[in-house]
Structure formats: structure tokens, C-alpha cells
């Protein structure tokens, strides 16, 4: 996938402990379950419109020196362990005096949503449902490290989302993406859009059901 060798997991770990953010030409993809930087950072904007600077400030502030230099050193060529963006998530969540899961799924669906409407608002409202979702493994390969996304429309207003290759993947992530689909799907005009979910052993299955 890139021409370098893979660090062995004495230098991943010495990476980390460093402070360092892994960026995606010197880390393969499959070493590390990762988020894009491009998505860390639009995440965290987002994370402060909800909850505000003190809050997440306060989180930050409560992670180990390692964590908060992986976090620093962030760029959006970068990938930052989950293990990593999920702590201080959930570090946000306890500052704020909030759950997480519905914090998340806020965050995810605001985040989404400004994005598709500053960007593709007019154009996303002219695509099929089978261009709307076909969209869907792209989107997602580009801010995760680890596991792929398949689609396949059943019937009208009738989807199924397989996520595989995620072999443990934590329940925030799963989550994540099931709320990242319905908000794609309510910007691109749909009604009454709902994603339902199963886990799996290496990833989720996510029923999606909508009207035009």
C-alpha cells in the first residue's frame, strides 16, 4: 500500500509515546485502527459548538502527556489511533455532564450535515439512491484506517449497509456510522430515514429504510 516498511509494534508503541500522530506516509493503514486528522479536527470543532471551548478544554486537559501530544501533533494528512480520539471523547462526555452515545451521535450528525450542505447541498439532492450510497464506502474509507464498507439497495427505500473487516470494532464506532448514513441521507432529501444496526464479529449490519 506505501512504499515503506511496516514499523514493528515496539516502534508503534515508542510512536506513541512520543506524542506523535501517525500520518498516512509513514504508517500503513491496517497497522493501526485509526481516524483521518481531516476528520479528527472537523470533529473537534464540531465537539466545541456543542458542549464549548471550556468543556472540551477541561478534557483535554485530563489526558495522560501522551495522549494530548498524539492529539497536538494532529494534521489532516495524519491518522490518530481510536484508542486515543475515543479517551478523550469520552473524557469530553464527563466534562460536559453528558452521555456519551447521544453526545456522539449530536456531534456526528451536526458534523455531517454541515458538511454535505456547505459543500454538496445542491448537488447531493439530485443523486439516486443507488449514487446517494455508492458513496458511502468511499466516504468512510477516507476517515478510518481499519474495515470497508459494502451497499446494497434490496428494494426501493431499502438498504443494507454491511461494515466488515473491523474486528472489534467499539460501539461508538459502530454508532458512528450508522448516524453518519442517516444524516447523508436526511440532507440528500429523504424522509423518514431510519438505520437500524447489528453487530457483528468484524463489524455491523445496518438495515436503512427511507422514502423519496
Known sequence: MYAVAAPSARELVALQERGRAYTRRSVPHSIVPALSGALYLSTDKVFRQVVGDEAVDQAFASLSREQQGILESAVPAAWIPFAVVDAYYEA?????????MPLFSEVVRQGVSQTLRSVWK??????TDRALLSRTPVIYKRGHSIGAIKTTIDAPGTATVVLSGWPGVPEL???GVAVGIKAVMDVAGRRDVTVRY????????YHVRWHA
Open 122 to 127: 445542491i448537488l447531493i439532492r439530485f443523486t
Open 198 to 205: 447489528d453487530g457483528t464479529d468484524d463489524g455491523a449490519i
Open 92 to 100: 469530553i462526555a464527563r466534562s460536559a455532564q453528558r452521555d456519551l
Open 173 to 175: 464506532r459502530r454508532l
